[in-house]
């Protein structure tokens, strides 16, 4: 992205022959467009995630060596571990990626289990049946 953006700042500069500041400042100012951008979108994505799985209300999620079950109060489903193509590990979530056959991600937090032992049994699973990204 900062190369998407920086080349062509930079080439603009250059062809237009603009002075010494100018050609610090195009860079610097599309740079930080792209910036604004990208939070903005992402925050918007975000919303519009929010209020497509808001309506479930509440779910809770069980893993096992199959893949996972989604339970929620007014939705259940199963994902098969072969859909994703691997999991991220953060302090607070196991994140999961979708893989060919699924272009979704899903969140598994942390503070959903019991003891830490049980965190130790899901990144087992996931270890036993995904790539870590």
């Not at 925050?43 to 079950?69: H, T």
């Not at 199963?78 to 979704?104: C, D, H, I, K, N």
């Amino acid at each position: 992205m900062l190369l998407a953006v920086g080349v062509p700042a930079m080439l603009f500069v250059l062809v237009a022959g603009l002075g010494p500041l100018a050609s610090v400042l195009v860079p610097v100012l599309s740079l930080g467009v792209m910036v604004v951008v990208l939070v903005v979108g992402m925050r918007a994505q975000a919303r519009q995630m929010f209020s497509i799985v808001e309506p479930y209300g509440e779910c809770r999620m069980v893993a096992d060596e199959r893949g996972a079950v989604s339970t929620g109060e007014r939705a259940s489903f199963t994902t098969e571990w072969s859909v994703y193509s691997g999991y991220l590990e953060t302090s607070r979530l196991f994140v999961l990626f979708g893989g060919e056959r699924s272009a979704g991600v899903g969140v598994l937090p942390k503070r959903g289990a019991q003891d830490p032992a049980d965190v130790e049994r899901l990144r087992g699973i996931l270890g036993r049946n995904l790539k870590p990204l």
